[in-house]
């Protein structure tokens, strides 16, 4: 069965600063991709970030990297120069190629402070 | 880019009433839709998967007569709650995957709705 999990349901940070959301994940496919979204007070889901499992280099995103672990099935979002916008529910998915569902961790808080 | 629209984004109903609420493509063609549930302060749960001209898959747990999904067409699916109760009032949200501008991005990205928040009184 596949999971996803994100061991810290809430974390703070200073402005400016970067933070990493922990997300491992555990899975018997082969093929697979891994997502992060950022869920604001409003509901809605923002598209961050993708990892495909064959992708050698960790991808980026302006001020988003996701460190890819794929031995220690680890894929961590990194956020540098943490802004006040930046403040909302933060969740990493996966998503197995054969199905295409989304496969959501239990998410993290994130609160940015001035 | 591809952009979903859900409808309505809130809605306040009274028990043993019905609910239904559209997920649309606007700007591609959703092949496959899938809806979520998503309780205050948890994360998503998926409801069901929904594929064009075909009945809907459920997952485990997920009372099919409670939630009637169609996907008629190439750009709506609909998820209709039936005799609705205070049960289930949560956040309901779809996403839709699909071909934009002929071709998929690299990622296969799945695009949100903002979300429909239902209140069951």
């Known amino acids: 069965a596949q999971k996803i999990t994100q061991t810290q349901p809430g974390m703070f940070v200073q402005e400016k600063e970067a933070v990493t959301l922990d997300c491992t994940y555990d899975t018997s496919d082969q093929s697979y991709g891994l997502f992060w979204y950022k869920q604001p007070s409003s509901g809605e889901m923002i598209f961050l970030i993708y990892q495909g499992s064959y992708d050698e280099q960790n991808a980026t995103e302006g001020r988003y990297s996701l460190n890819f672990q794929k031995a220690r099935k680890s894929a961590n979002l990194v956020i540098s120069a943490s802004q006040l916008g930046d403040s909302a529910m933060y969740f990493c998915a996966m998503r197995m190629d054969s199905s295409y569902k989304l496969i959501f961790g239990s998410g993290t808080r994130l609160l940015v402070r001035p | 880019g591809a952009v979903v629209s859900q409808h309505p984004s809130r809605v306040i109903c009274k028990s043993g009433t019905s609910v239904k609420i559209e997920c649309r493509s606007l700007?591609?063609?959703?092949?496959?839709m899938f809806w979520y549930r998503q309780f205050p302060k948890q994360s998503l749960m998926l409801m069901a998967t929904?594929?064009?001209?075909?009945?809907?898959?459920?997952e485990q747990g997920v009372e099919k007569d409670k939630f009637l999904i169609n996907h008629a067409s190439l750009t709506l699916s609909t998820l209709t709650v039936t005799s609705a109760h205070p049960e289930d009032s949560s956040f309901y949200i779809c996403s839709a995957m699909g071909e934009v501008g002929g071709a998929f991005s690299g990622a296969n990205v799945l695009t949100f709705g903002a979300g429909s928040r239902l209140t069951v009184l």
């Open positions: 929904s594929n064009e001209g075909s009945k809907a898959t459920y």
């Open positions: 700007d591609f063609q959703a092949t496959t």
